[in-house]
């Protein structure tokens, strides 16, 4: 079974760090890509952070300077490191793989028709 599973999230006061972790296991490991979105409460579900095969990488806006996504290839993980934490970063965090190669991944909007991978998320939450 193909599977994307997060872990690292807590509470955390502004201006600390996290380090969130995904760990893909089944046929998703082998698509290099990988992407961390994040939806807070009444908001919709937005682009955190994007890695396409060739290690190239983007970020939202609101997060450029304070995270960092990279892979550990040999341990299947892409990691988010979140640096100067904000109350406005609270969200759950959900880590998302395309179902191919797809060298425009997180630089585009995209609609992958329910094929692409997601895992089921998790929480952080940053205290003033």
């Known amino acids: 079974q193909a599977q994307l599973v997060e872990s690292g999230g807590g509470l955390v006061q502004a201006g600390g760090s996290l380090r969130l972790s995904c760990v893909a296991s089944?046929?998703?490991?082998?698509?290099?890509?990988r992407g961390w979105y994040r939806q807070a409460p009444g908001k919709q579900r937005e682009l955190v952070a994007a890695?396409?095969?060739?290690?190239?990488?983007n970020y939202a806006d609101s997060v450029k300077g304070r995270f960092t996504i990279s892979r550990d290839n040999a341990k299947n993980t892409v990691y988010l490191q979140m640096n100067s934490l904000k109350p406005e970063d609270t969200a759950v965090y959900y880590c998302?793989?395309?179902?191919?190669?797809?060298?425009?991944?997180?630089?585009?909007?995209?609609?992958?028709?329910?094929?692409?991978?997601w895992g089921k998320g998790t929480a952080v939450t940053v205290s003033s």
């Open positions: 089944g046929s998703v490991a082998s698509i290099s890509a």
């Open positions: 998302n793989a395309p179902p191919f190669s797809d060298p425009t991944y997180g630089l585009e909007s995209h609609h992958y028709y329910g094929l692409d991978y």
């Open positions: 890695m396409r095969s060739d290690g190239s990488t």
